[in-house]
């Protein structure tokens, strides 16, 4: 895994992601974009196994519904190819990849 793919995967997961993890996925699975969306997974399934909101009457209340949302939308991007991974296949000429290009302007002579 080179550096550019580390830093979007850090810049992805959180800077907290231990980065031995990172590399041993990386080196199973072979792309950073598996690597995002496999630890996306596997946090959303963390939380979805453990009860959505807890509250103590006058004590405390927990919510984490925001941030099941919240990976939903993540991994639902990451599938989507979006943000684009820096070892992502490139996209065929024919195909548009919803970039602007860029397009010289020279002045004609006049008459």
Excluded: C, H, K
Excluded at 3 to 27: C, K
């Amino acid at each position: 895994m080179d550096t550019a793919v580390r830093e979007w995967l850090l810049s992805q997961l959180g800077r907290s992601t231990d980065l031995a993890n990172l590399t041993a996925r990386y080196t199973r699975l072979g792309s950073g974009r598996a690597v995002a969306i496999e630890v996306v997974r596997e946090r959303l399934a963390d939380l979805l196994a453990s009860p959505s909101s807890v509250a103590v009457s006058g004590v405390v209340s927990i919510n984490v519904s925001a941030n099941i949302a919240a990976y939903e939308r993540q991994l639902a991007a990451l599938e989507s190819g979006q943000p684009p991974a820096p070892d992502d296949p490139p996209a065929p000429d024919d195909e548009d990849t919803g970039r602007f290009g860029l397009i010289q302007l020279v002045e004609r002579p006049r008459r």
